[in-house]
């Protein structure tokens, strides 16, 4: 549901299949109950955690050389937005949601997109159409099958 939406804010950092949310927490109750950190390095966690995820979602254009500047230390919504193309190039770069310099040290830092960020696309490349903002066909998705591709003509 996440990289399905074709127009990136806010919202997106929020998209995730009930399933998804619902294994996350689990595998978060489990790392808290074994590790036993406080209450509130948890709470801090997770503020810290969603307010990034918005702040990389958001469908916000800082000035360029501010832009330059956070990205040496945070993932900006431009430096996030490359994840989020079409281009599997792309998609396989900057996964991070916090600090950019894991993407620098794991050689998966991209600083723009092939196409610019006016003209690249953004989703699931079989997926763009209004679709993925429909709720019943977002949570059906994941168990979907995969569209063969029609067979392509000798005559063409």
Same mark, same amino acid.
């Given at each position: 549901?996440?990289?399905?939406?074709?127009?990136?804010?806010?919202?997106?950092?929020?998209?995730?299949?009930?399933?998804?949310?619902?294994?996350?927490?689990?595998?978060?109750?489990?790392?808290?109950?074994?590790?036993?950190?406080?209450?509130?390095?948890?709470?801090?966690?997770?503020?810290?955690?969603?307010?990034?995820?918005?702040?990389?979602?958001?469908?916000?254009?800082?000035?360029?050389?501010?832009?330059?500047?956070?990205?040496?230390?945070?993932?900006?919504?431009?430096?996030?937005?490359?994840?989020?193309?079409?281009?599997?190039?792309?998609?396989?770069?900057?996964?991070?949601?916090? =600090?950019?310099?894991?993407?620098? =040290?794991?050689?998966?830092?991209?600083?723009?997109?092939?196409?610019?960020?006016?003209?690249?696309?953004?989703?699931?490349?079989?997926?763009?159409?209004?679709?993925?903002?429909?709720? =019943?066909?977002?949570?059906?998705?994941?168990?979907?099958?995969?569209?063969?591709?029609?067979?392509?003509?000798?005559?063409?």
């Amino acid at each position: 549901m996440h990289h399905s939406d074709v127009d990136i804010d806010v919202t997106t950092a929020v998209r995730f299949h009930p399933i998804e949310i619902a294994l996350s927490m689990l595998y978060k109750v489990v790392l808290v109950v074994g590790i036993g950190p406080s209450v509130l390095a948890v709470v801090l966690f997770e503020v810290i955690l969603n307010g990034c995820a918005m702040f990389n979602h958001a469908n916000v254009d800082l000035p360029r050389t501010l832009d330059r500047l956070l990205r040496i230390f945070v993932v900006t919504p431009d430096m996030h937005r490359v994840h989020h193309s079409i281009l599997k190039l792309e998609t396989d770069s900057n996964y991070g949601f916090n =600090l950019s310099i894991w993407d620098r =040290l794991f050689r998966t830092y991209r600083a723009q997109p092939e196409k610019g960020h006016r003209n690249m696309t953004i989703g699931l490349p079989d997926q763009q159409s209004t679709q993925p903002t429909r709720l =019943l066909w977002s949570l059906s998705f994941p168990f979907a099958r995969p569209r063969k591709e029609p067979a392509k003509s000798d005559n063409v």
